[in-house]
Every structure is written in structure tokens, then in C-alpha cells.
């Protein structure tokens, strides 16, 4: 394969395998209230199964990465979607909410080896601003299932009730294991070892790594913001702002044109400007549209509008920070690439099962929790570009 010129299946698919745990929330947020009352739970229950898919996403970053540097990716990603798709037919079944928590702590398991080979396999081929490119491209594909899921989130869960949203991510993952099998290998030849204590010392070793810690700070609050807005939205607007299910999922959808606009004008504009340049830029838009959200929201201003546009503009920051930082941190790792992608995902979204436990706890019927986060998640990315990335220039 070209490492210049990928063929647009190739980056479709890879778009979609790291959309992977966006669709497990997506799809899955606007049901929740809905899933709420036809159990009988309280917000903070319903909460906790978003929290146990956080947890299984995180625990899944750490399985899939350094034995796919062992083994390799197909047969990773062909084992993960597996466990995709055995699970989300479970929970078609269940009936409880402790069913569906650990049902969606399978999921999480599952859905992590598509979002971290798909990265891993980018690393494989491309380097630096090539490889945020690739990156940027594929999160235009990604940033469908959050413009899309939503809405069929809500509207499956209206017409048939939430089991089918179950039902459809079990279809999905049906599809890509089919897709999944015309994908080359793309693992270097020379392996590392599976042993835990070499993984162990791999991960060490790039934690220790500068070129890899001052990046990943930044993508980490990166995503801490967008995960406020999944993990929060649907209860800020549907019950404290009074917004319907399928109104909830069009503004959805609409706050998620912000990244895929961001990803555009990464994809484009990168070999350009450079990694540097718009690391800067979606930094100081996260700090500015953060702050704004929660000054909006602490100022008792509560209006959908001045919930959805500081996100719009937050996620837009985002999506030129991600792709670029993640390249910037897995570009000195050519033959630890997996576990090196591991650790992007698996602390990211241990802290992000804990965020969405915390925001469900203290959940007031307003958007200050969730606007608190994204000006501190704004914050941190601001300072960590200023501090650590640019300060060392």
C-alpha cells in the first residue's frame, strides 16, 4: 500500500473503527432517559452504565495494544469485534440495570480494539504531519456517528425501545468484522514480547518519554471536553432544559459539526502550518469557548443555544488538537506503537469513567457541571501547549 496515497475504503474503514466508542455513546445517549423510566432507575444508575462502558473501553486500550504488537492487528481487531458483537446481542436481552451495565462494560472491551488499532495501524504506516493528516481524515469519517448516532439513538429507542439500540451496534460490528478481513497487516515484522513484564517496562518507558507525555496532556484534555458534552448533554437538555429526545439528538448532531469541521481544516491544512501551529490554535479555542460555557451557565443564561454554540466551537478546537497531538505522541514509537496507543486510550477513558460518574452524581438540572469541565478541560489545554509543548520548542 502507497503510505502516501491510501485508497478511500481504507481510510473509510479505518474512520469507522475509531469511531467505534463514540458509537457505543451516541447511539446510546439519547435512549438513556428513556431507559431510565422503562427500568425504574435514577439518573445517577442509568449514569453508572455509561461509566461501566468508560471502564471497559479503558481496560480494553491496555489488552488490544501491546498484544497486537505481538500478534498483530488483524487478528486483534477480528477478536475485539467479535466481543462487539457477542455483547450487544446480549443486550437486546437483558432487563435490569445491572444487566445493562454489564453489558456495556463488554461493549467498552470490544469497541476499544477498533478505535486503538485503527490509530495503531495509521502509526504503522505514517509518521508526524502525514500521519495527523491520515488522523484528520479519518476523523472526518468518525465524526458521522456523532453527527448520525443520535438521531437514530433517539429514533430507534421511540419506535422500538432501547433494546434496539442494542440491536443495531450488534449490526455494525457484524458488518466491520466482515470488512475488517480484506485489511493488510501492517505490525512490523520484528515483534515484542507479550510477556506482563516487558509490557510493563514498554509502558514505563514511554510514560517516561517527554516527546510522548507533553502531547498526550493536550489530547487528553482534549477529549476530557468532548467527553463532558457525551457523557452530560442528554440530561442538561432534555431534562433541565426541557428539549425533546429527537430535538436533543439534532443538537446533537449539530455541536458534532464542529469537529467534523475541525478534522476538515486539520486534514487540510497540516502540511502547511504544521502540527505546532494548530496544536496553538484549537488550544486557545478550547480555553476560550470553555470559559465561555461556564460563564453562561453560572450566569443563569439557560437557553439551548448558549449550551450548543461554546460546544460547537470547543469540539471545532478539538478536532485540530487530536488528531495532531496523537501523531505528535506515537510518531517516536515505531515498534511500540501499540502500546504506546494504549496508553492514549486507556487513561483518557479510565478518568473519563470516573468524569461521567462524577457529572451524573452531582447533575443539578443546569449546564454547570457539565460547562465546569469544558472551561477546566479548556484550561489545561491552553497551559500544557503553552507550558510544555511550546515552552520547549
Not at 240 to 255: D, H, I, Q, R
Amino acid at each position: 500500500m502507497n503510505k502516501q496515497v491510501s485508497p478511500l475504503w481504507f481510510t473509510v474503514l479505518l474512520g469507522v473503527l475509531i469511531a467505534l466508542p463514540a458509537l457505543g455513546t451516541d447511539i446510546y445517549v439519547p435512549a438513556m432517559p428513556a431507559l431510565a423510566v422503562g427500568l425504574g432507575a435514577d439518573v445517577a444508575a442509568v449514569q453508572f452504565t455509561l461509566t461501566t462502558y468508560f471502564v471497559g473501553l479503558a481496560a480494553g486500550q491496555l489488552l488490544w495494544g501491546p498484544l497486537s504488537d505481538r500478534y498483530g492487528r488483524k487478528p486483534l481487531l477480528l477478536l475485539g469485534l467479535g466481543a462487539l458483537l457477542a455483547a450487544s446481542v446480549a443486550g437486546t436481552l437483558v432487563s435490569s440495570v445491572a444487566g445493562v451495565a454489564a453489558v456495556r462494560l463488554a461493549q467498552g472491551l470490544g469497541a476499544s480494539s477498533g478505535a486503538l488499532l485503527g490509530r495503531t495501524i495509521v502509526r504503522d504506516l505514517y509518521a508526524h504531519e502525514q500521519a495527523a493528516r491520515m488522523l484528520a481524515r479519518m476523523t472526518i469519517v468518525f465524526s458521522v456517528v456523532p453527527i448520525s448516532a443520535p438521531v437514530c439513538g433517539a429514533l430507534l429507542a421511540g419506535a422500538f425501545g432501547w433494546p434496539a439500540v442494542f440491536g443495531s451496534v450488534a449490526l455494525v460490528a457484524a458488518l466491520l468484522l466482515a470488512a475488517v478481513l480484506a485489511l493488510p497487516e501492517t505490525a512490523p515484522a520484528k515483534r515484542a514480547s507479550a510477556h506482563p513484564a516487558a509490557i510493563a517496562r514498554t509502558f514505563a518507558a514511554i510514560l517516561a518519554d517527554r516527546r510522548f507525555f507533553s502531547p498526550y496532556l493536550v489530547v487528553f484534555c482534549a477529549h476530557m471536553g468532548v467527553l463532558a458534552w457525551i457523557a452530560n448533554s442528554s440530561f442538561t437538555l432534555i431534562r433541565g432544559l426541557g428539549v425533546s429526545a429527537l430535538a436533543y439528538g439534532a443538537l446533537f448532531a449539530v455541536v458534532m459539526l464542529g469537529q467534523i469541521t475541525g478534522a476538515w481544516a486539520s486534514s487540510r491544512l497540516v502540511l502547511r502550518l504544521g502540527i505546532a501551529r494548530l496544536l496553538r490554535l484549537g488550544a486557545l479555542l478550547m480555553l476560550l469557548s470553555g470559559l465561555t460555557a461556564a460563564a453562561l451557565a453560572w450566569g443563569g443564561v439557560a437557553h439551548w443555544l448558549a449550551v450548543t454554540l461554546p460546544f460547537t466551537v470547543l469540539l471545532f478546537g478539538t478536532a485540530l488538537i487530536v488528531p495532531n497531538a496523537t501523531a505528535a505522541a506515537l510518531s517516536p514509537f515505531p515498534a511500540s506503537a501499540g502500546a504506546a496507543s494504549s496508553l492514549i486510550g486507556s487513561i483518557g477513558f479510565a478518568v473519563a469513567a470516573l468524569l461521567s460518574t462524577l457529572l451524573g452524581a452531582v447533575f443539578d438540572g443546569t449546564a454547570r457541571p457539565m460547562a465546569t469541565v469544558a472551561a477546566a478541560a479548556g484550561l489545561g489545554a491552553y497551559l500544557f501547549e503553552r507550558v510544555l509543548i511550546r515552552g520547549r520548542a
